[in-house]
């Protein structure tokens, strides 16, 4: 079974409008971390938030939001005021366990702004 | 700070091949990481060490690829031969030890198109 599902290959969204892209997750560890990564055409990885098992509050960036249900195990990742430049691969990912264990990824979803 | 150092950036070699990559970590960064991702796909961890030692390799082909970071610090991801398949963007990412390392910070990537 998949650790991390993200059901959206595409989604367009028009500039300034909120989005929302969908992350699920299965484990049966207790402590675990959810993160959400955004790629460029250019490549690089860029953090964009994180979420930790026991974290009681949605973790926010800037605008950037994470919708965290737990008992769904699901993590979405809520953008608010799209820009242009917010146009890129966008990857769920989660850690099994405290501290440093890799990252497993979804498959990312292809985010499309348009003005 | 200095980020995670990759090259060569773009390599293109012929399949049956051999070619290598460098990684250089954050300074005093315990924890280094490669990862593979195909087109279309999120990363999937290859290796992960640990100062100089492996501590996960599970999903690494062996019979073709081979990773060393002998002093600790810097790594080298090999594949000879190569195949088709292994045409990727091979990431290197690092963070600290233990619980510190709930970050990992990622490098620019290698673009390796086998021919």
């Known amino acids: 079974a998949q650790k991390i599902t993200q059901t959206q290959p595409g989604m367009f969204v028009q500039e300034k409008e909120a989005v929302t892209l969908d992350c699920t997750y299965d484990?049966?560890?207790?402590?675990?971390?959810l993160f959400w990564y955004k790629q460029p055409s250019s490549g690089e990885m860029i953090f964009l938030i994180y979420?930790?098992?026991?974290?009681?509050q949605n973790a926010t960036e800037g605008r950037y939001s994470l919708n965290f249900q737990k008992a769904r195990k699901s993590a979405n990742l809520v953008i608010s005021a799209s820009q242009l430049g917010d146009s890129a691969m966008y990857f769920c990912?989660?850690?099994?366990?405290?501290?440093?264990?890799?990252?497993?990824f979804g498959k990312g979803t292809r985010l499309s702004v348009i003005a | 700070e200095a980020g995670v150092a990759q090259s060569p950036r773009y390599k293109i070699i012929e399949k049956r091949q051999s070619v290598a990559f460098w990684c250089n970590p954050i300074?005093?960064?315990?924890?280094l990481y490669w990862y593979q991702q195909i087109l279309g796909q999120g990363p999937k961890l290859l290796i992960q060490?640990?100062?100089?030692?492996?501590?996960?390799d599970s999903q690494l082909p062996k019979d073709r690829f081979s990773a060393e970071r002998l002093k600790g610090v810097d790594s080298t991801l090999k594949i000879q031969p190569a195949k088709l398949e292994d045409s990727a963007v091979y990431l290197c990412?690092?963070?600290?030890?233990?619980?510190?390392?709930?970050?990992?910070?990622f490098g620019p990537g290698t673009r390796l198109t086998v021919l």
């Open positions: 979420q930790g098992s026991y974290d009681e």
């Open positions: 990412a690092s963070s600290l030890a233990g619980l510190a390392g709930w970050e990992q910070f």
């Open positions: 990912a989660m850690r099994e366990g405290p501290g440093n264990t890799p990252l497993v």
């Open positions: 300074s005093g960064h315990a924890t």
């Open positions: 484990t049966s560890d207790q402590s675990y971390g």
């Open positions: 060490f640990q100062n100089n030692g492996v501590v996960d």
